[in-house]
């Protein structure tokens, strides 16, 4: 009767741990927070000059793993590629594909957020930082030894890589344009050489309720905070302004020339974006090669990859092309 108890116990504590680490897999999936508390990240930082300028160039990925495949992040006109890795819950971007197996690579062009001061402002325009992102490639194809990686850049950052991919295809497997600023946004004298940062103007982004606020039902308060905190400790007070007055011109004016990118390249953006035009957003994959997407998230914005609503579904189609 003592060894029958035994058994029944023995069975009894079985079903039990067999309920409580289903209930895990099911409640701590493989993008839940609690999934991703326990995952260790490394970030290595990687020496690069060009032009007798510091770059500052690292790698976010999965600690002690070495990632099969590689992507590059470019940052847009004010601030830097901090904006990439906002570490709360599963917001971040760069630990999201380092979930998916990259080794993500972020920089950060002459001027901005950790990379050496420039004197003119004016210097690190489009060009410029087109040769700043084909030096940070050249070294992740000598640091990883695999010859092709992705490249990813966000609103003036589409400009930037897709100037870079026109002369430099030989090293990009596939090009994601996200918020791609395809034509002027405007004309504006940017006279000054240096834009002049305020938490204010780091906020600016975020979609407003119809009193003008921040609107909360979009963007968490505590990735807004972080956000605009890291550009106040990143970007400090200025930022180079040779990309601005790149941007700020006449709508009519081309900005990105898809008829040169010869990689299959996925266009991304929100669906309520102030500063894409649509009707050349939506004709976009017509000069694009085969192979290339085109994907708008209906309700986000220029900052929708880490919106409440759509950060999830950006990551989700963000990884489907990579991975196709």
């Known amino acids: 009767m003592k060894a029958a108890s035994k058994v029944l116990i023995c069975i009894s504590y079985l079903l039990i741990s067999l309920l409580f680490f289903s209930g895990c897999k099911e409640n701590a999936g493989f993008n839940s927070p609690k999934a991703q508390s326990v995952i260790e990240y490394s970030d290595e930082v990687y020496p690069l000059e060009r032009n007798g300028i ?25 601030y830097s590629s901090h904006e990439f890795d906002i ?24 001027g901005f957020g950790r990379s050496g001061e420039v004197e003119d402002g004016f210097l690190p325009d489009s060009d410029y930082a087109a040769e700043d992102i084909n030096a940070a490639v050249e070294k ?11 490249v990813l850049g966000w609103s003036w950052g589409t400009v930037t890589v897709s100037r870079f991919a026109a ?30 940062n305020t ?31 890291n550009c106040w400790h990143y970007d400090r007070e200025s930022s180079p302004n040779g990309g601005r007055r790149d941007l700020c011109v006449d709508s009519s004016k081309s900005l ?12 991304i953006c929100g669906g309520s974006d102030p500063y894409l035009d649509y009707d050349r957003v939506t004709g976009s994959t017509e000069h694009l090669p085969e192979g290339s ?6 309700g986000g914005s220029h900052v929708v990859y880490i919106e409440k609503p759509f950060y999830h579904l950006f990551q989700e189609k963000l990884a489907d092309f990579l991975n196709s």
């Open 256 to 267: 990105i020339d898809l008829d040169k990118i010869s990689v299959p390249t996925l266009v």
């Open 140 to 150: 992740i194809v000598e640091a990883s030894g695999q010859q092709k990686i992705d």
């Open 167 to 196: 002369d430099h295809n030989e090293h990009i497997n596939k090009l994601v344009l996200y918020a791609p600023i395809l034509c002027g946004i405007g004309e504006y004298d940017v006279n000054k050489p240096f834009h002049h």
């Open 199 to 229: 938490w204010e103007h780091a906020a600016d982004d975020f979609q407003k309720d119809e009193k003008g606020n921040i609107d909360y039902s979009i963007i968490d308060p505590v990735v807004l905070e972080m956000f605009c905190s």
């Open 293 to 298: 997407k085109l994907e708008i998230i209906k």
């Open 54 to 78: 510091e770059l500052y160039l690292d790698r976010i990925s999965i600690k002690d793993a070495q990632p099969p495949k590689n992507i590059l992040l470019i940052h847009g006109v004010t």
């Open 87 to 110: 570490d709360y819950q599963d917001y971040s971007l760069a630990r999201a594909l380092a979930r998916e197996g990259y080794g993500v690579w972020r920089l950060d062009i002459a």
